[in-house]
């Protein structure tokens, strides 16, 4: 998808997400910013939130407009690499060592890759992805039968249903960040695990490359967090982080050597396991 094919989406204004304040000031004027997947008019500007220290975007491009790409979008066969079936078995392997078997629920769970790992590894897997054709596609491919396309929410899922929730790369992209955290924290058990990514803007790359990291210029990222900024997130809805793994980024990773470096915090992607508070 190119050029003039790609969907329009207008901006809307936001508030922060973690504490809901209006009052921010600009750190960075993104100009002519290029969306992969659609268009957008107009400069975008990343913020911090002036009490709680969030980073977001603002104004952020039409949710409703955005959740229409999201679930039309083709499945493309370039957008499946080997480097999705490699960071899976990290993320299985990772998840194993907290849970070792049980129920696994993944929101938005793309070509779900980690779906197909965790079945087999043992796990008993549901996924929630937007898009239709992802659906079908992860069904064929991966042999994963429960896998929907409408929030958990319109299912009527039973509180406590699943020993883990994995949400991968999707957290930076999604308004309703409240209402997803909700939700998740019912539908986990009460000794449940929510396995989380997000890009790290404690990260080395993010203070080296400033406004040109590309988290804030080419992808519909609407929030950056910092180890703190998430922690503070998950405890207003009852959650709490119980380990830390920070690691490179897919891309990163690939250029780098990761063991000298691990327990720094200058990694491009923040994990976490979290639980109930
Ligand atoms: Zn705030």
Known sequence: MSGEDRPFCGHV??????????????????????????????????????????????????????????SDHPVTESDISSTLADAALGDVANIRRFKTSGTLLEIGCGYGAL???????????????VNPRKCEYI??????ENVFWEPPWERGLPDRTFDVIAMLDVIEHIREIHEILREIR????????????????????????????????????????????????LRT?????????????????????????????IFDELCVVAAKA
Request: glycine share 8%.
């Open 115 to 129: 779906l197909g790992e965790a079945q087999r590894a043992g796990f008993d897997v549901c996924g929630w992805e």
């Open 237 to 265: 809805e009852g959650m709490t982080v119980r380990k830390r793994l920070i690691r490179p980024s897919r891309s990163f990773a690939r250029n780098l050597v990761k063991s000298a470096l691990r327990t720094v915090n």
């Open 13 to 70: 204004p936001t508030t922060c997400a973690v504490c809901g304040a209006d009052r921010y000031y600009v750190m960075y004027t993104i100009r002519g910013k290029h969306h992969r997947l659609f268009r957008c008019d107009g400069d975008e500007q990343v913020v911090k939130c002036k009490r709680c220290g969030l980073v977001y975007l603002n104004p952020i491009p039409d949710p409703d407009a955005l959740l229409h790409v999201w």
């Open 139 to 144: 069904k064929r491919t991966h042999g994963v």
């Open 186 to 233: 019912r539908l986990l058990k009460d000794d449940g695990i929510l396995y989380l990514n997000t890009p790290n803007l404690d990260g080395i790359r993010s203070r080296i490359k400033r406004r040109r990291w590309p988290y804030f210029i080419a992808l519909s990222h609407i929030y950056f967090f910092t180890c703190e900024t998430l922690d503070k997130l």
